[in-house]
Every structure is written in structure tokens, then in C-alpha cells.
């Protein structure tokens, strides 16, 4: 069996040992009050944990390893952050510590006391080849835990994007709603154009459109001659009027085109073309006139929802490319599309407003919006309803892909709230088990 010091910090903090007698390596009778907090960060595994050693109780923190001759190895005897450990925790003590005091480091060796029924479960779960690895055990764990878990992995998603829109604002001198305008581009490219998108919203100043976004003509004329796509000569009389305002426009704000090479046309349905989403774009900004924050203000979803359908010109109506005539099935965005919007940047920007500004409605509301959001159909979600997992809505779609993508691909049970209930099950934890 692979016994890593991740699994031993697990079963410290689940008391999946016996504790029956336990004993300092010195002899000393020990009982564990409190096994303290993991420690995530630099520093002891666990914080102020409580223990009784020979009848004197000690607070402080618990340090781990596989063996005790690691502290050493780790420079932890040189570190002040460690000056206040209690009780040093190992599988094996194969060489006593000394404290910066001189005496030994009091410390308790588990190797013949860990559960062994956890440690089976969590080494099959390790050498599984599936993509989740406990979908053969999952049936054996409350509903109620499983729930209580995607509640927690939605809130980890919207952090997590969180953290990466502020990423985004840093890059942007703090400037949210230029953010914002380049995660609805990014948005409207989807993923075979979201790089394009993203390179046009940051090299047109938003102030600039904002500030031609009562003349439709004007916005598209800049949004589609930044593009680069007005480049050559034009048939239509729409491509025509469209390069000469942005000939004039560009000569007024010294603007400076992206090469139209950056931009993907292939394996693409022509309602994705980027021709037919800048134009889209476009409307958006024409619809909504006040500031493109003040979107994320909007409480009625069905308006939310119709605005982000913004409709292109009508010259996309029977037009793939500038010159090129085809059938459309029409130029208004699919549902689809409007949803998987609010899905990857309304609802962030709302979360991470609402933390950045303190305002607890704003969070909410996200998570509003993702629960009367149908759920999304994809191959992982799929997975999921195959095991039984319900899935009735976006917010339980969004909490499935975050487990599935961030935890069980990289197998990180022993942090999974669900895989931590199959690992840490145990039969009777007052037997000893067998030496790792």
C-alpha cells in the first residue's frame, strides 16, 4: 500500500486510528482533545490543536510526517514557525527530535494504529483508471453530504473565477468595466475566437465606442475595421460604408487595426462566424445605453436574457462573410449561446462585484440566476447523471464540472468531502490495524 502524508494528515484529522492507550514514543500516556485546524499554508499541518501528555495539558500545533527523521530533513528545527509544536505525528519514529529546549520532541508513532479499512479504500481509489474514481462507491454516501459538497464546490467556482476577473482588472490599470467588455467579448468569440475577441476589446478603448454608441453604423464601423476586416475592396454597399466611416474614425484616433489572420472561420456554424458575433457585439452596446456595470444591476432575467440576444444587422441575414452570400437561420444570438453569457461572465462579475463592494444582494442574486438556469448538458454532467447524481439546474451543472474538472481528474479525494466520506468510513476503530 502507498501511504503518502496526505493520507496521514486525513486520518489524524478524522481520528480514523486507534486510540486506545495511546503513547508518547517516550512512554507517556496521551490523549487527543482537540486535533486542531489543518493548515493549508506555509507553516505546522495543524494549529492549535489540544492534547493531555502525562496528565499536563498542552495547547499548540501538531506537526506530520512519514517519518521522524523528516523534521530535520525539512529544516523545521531552524524554522521559528515550528517553535510552537506540541506533538510531533508520524507513521514511523526511525529517529528521535530534539527541541531548540534539548529535550525530545514529544511524539506519537500511528504506523500500527492506522485504520486499515481507510487506508484499502483510499489506495483503490488511487490506482483506479476512471475519471471518477469512487463512481463505484458513491451510491454508499448520503444525499444530504453529496448536496452539502456541491454547495460548496459552486461557491469554490465563483471564487475561483472571481479571483481570476481580479486578475483580469489588475491587468487593467483597475478598470472593471473595460474587464467586463473584454469578458463579453470573449464571451461572443466562444472558445474558437475568445483569444480574437479579447485582443479587440482591449485594443478598442471602450470609452471610444461608448462614446459613437448612439450611431450603430459608427460602433460597428470600429468594432469591425479594429478587426481588421474591412481590409480590400468591398462589393456591398453595407462593407462600403462601413470601411469609409472607419477610414475617418481611425484617422481621428490614430487607431491602429489587429491583422484579420487572427481570426478562425473553419469548422464553425456560420450563426459563429466572427463577423456575425462583432456585429452582435454591436447591438449590445446599442441596446444597453447606460454603463455596461448597470447590466449586472438587472434583476429580471427574461430582460437580461433578451438584451444579451442582441441582434446583428440585417445584412447577416443572407451574409457568412462580407460579399458572401448564404443562408441564416437569423441574427439574433440562440438561448444557448445568451445562457452559457450569464453562465461564464454575468454571474462572475456579479460574485465578484458583490465581494469586491461588499454587496451580499449582488452574490444572491448569481446564485439566483444559476438556480432558475436549466442545467447544462455536456459530456461531464452526463457522467454524473449516469452515477444518479441529480442535476436539476445550473447551479448543480456548475458545482458537478468544478468536482469533476478540479478534483476528481487530479484525484484529490482526501479533500473531497465526498471522497473524504468513503475514505474515512470505518468499521471499528478500537482494533489495532496492521503495520505500513
Known amino acids: 500500500m502507498h501511504f503518502t502524508e496526505d493520507l496521514l494528515q486525513f486520518l489524524w484529522r478524522k481520528r480514523a486510528y486507534n486510540a486506545d ?65 506540541i506533538l510531533h505525528v508520524v507513521l514511523e519514529d526511525d529517529r528521535p ?30 490506482a483506479t483508471l476512471d475519471d471518477i474514481p469512487c463512481q463505484h462507491s458513491i451510491s454508499q454516501v448520503e444525499n444530504i453530504k453529496i448536496r452539502q459538497w456541491l454547495d460548496r464546490m459552486l461557491v469554490q467556482r465563483l471564487e475561483r473565477k472571481s479571483s481570476e476577473i ?39 478603448p471602450l470609452k471610444l465606442l461608448l462614446a459613437h454608441r448612439n450611431d450603430r453604423l459608427q460602433i460597428e464601423a470600429l468594432l469591425f475595421g479594429m478587426s481588421g476586416l474591412l481590409q480590400g475592396k468591398f462589393i456591398n454597399e453595407y462593407p462600403k460604408s462601413l470601411q469609409k466611416e472607419f477610414s475617418f474614425l481611425k484617422g481621428k484616433y490614430n487607431l491602429v487595426p489587429m491583422n484579420e489572420v487572427e481570426w478562425k472561420w473553419h469548422r464553425i456554424r456560420p450563426s459563429g462566424f466572427p463577423a456575425m458575433r462583432i456585429s452582435q457585439l454591436a447591438g449590445l452596446l446599442s441596446v444597453h445605453t447606460g454603463s455596461l456595470l448597470g447590466m449586472l444591476e438587472i434583476a429580471d432575467l427574461d430582460l437580461l436574457t433578451t438584451m444579451l440576444r442582441s441582434s446583428a444587422h440585417s445584412y447577416w441575414k443572407d451574409h457568412s462573410r462580407f460579399d458572401v452570400q448564404s443562408k441564416n437561420a437569423g441574427v439574433s444570438m440562440g438561448k444557448g449561446a445568451a445562457r452559457t453569457i450569464l453562465l461564464n461572465t454575468m454571474v462572475p462579475f456579479q460574485f465578484y462585484i458583490g465581494n469586491e463592494r461588499n454587496r451580499s444582494e449582488l452574490k444572491e442574486r448569481a446564485m439566483r440566476i444559476l438556480e432558475q438556469l436549466p442545467q447544462e448538458e455536456n459530456r461531464i454532467t452526463r457522467r454524473w447523471k449516469d452515477l444518479g ?26 479533500f473531497c468531502g465526498i471522497g473524504g466520506d468513503i475514505i474515512g468510513r470505518t468499521s471499528n476503530r478500537t482494533k489495532s490495524a496492521q503495520t505500513f
Open 389 to 414: 447524481i441529480e442535476c436539476t439546474n445550473s447551479a448543480d451543472s456548475q458545482a458537478l464540472i468544478e468536482l469533476y474538472n478540479l478534483e476528481c481528474l487530479s484525484k484529490k479525494c482526501l
Open 21 to 85: 492507550s495511546l503513547k508518547t514514543t517516550a512512554g507517556n500516556d496521551v490523549v487527543i482533545l482537540n486535533t486542531g485546524q489543518q493548515n493549508h499554508d506555509s507553516g505546522p499541518d495543524f494549529l492549535n490543536a489540544r492534547v493531555r501528555i502525562k496528565d499536563v495539558e498542552w495547547a499548540g500545533n501538531v506537526e506530520i510526517h512519514l517519518k521522524s527523521s523528516l523534521w530535520n530533513e525539512h529544516g523545521h528545527q531552524k524554522d521559528p514557525a515550528y517553535d510552537n509544536v
Open 97 to 126: 527530535v530534539i527541541s531548540k529546549n534539548g529535550t525530545i520532541l514529544k511524539t506519537i508513532e500511528l504506523g500500527q494504529r492506522c485504520d486499515t479499512d481507510s487506508v484499502r479504500r483510499y489506495t483503490e481509489l488511487m
Open 166 to 204: 481580479e486578475q483580469s482588472v489588475l491587468s487593467l490599470n483597475g478598470d472593471v468595466q473595460t474587464a467586463l467588455f473584454a469578458a463579453l467579448a470573449r464571451s461572443f468569440g466562444a472558445k474558437v475566437n475568445a483569444a480574437p475577441f479579447d485582443r479587440l476589446a482591449r485594443t478598442l
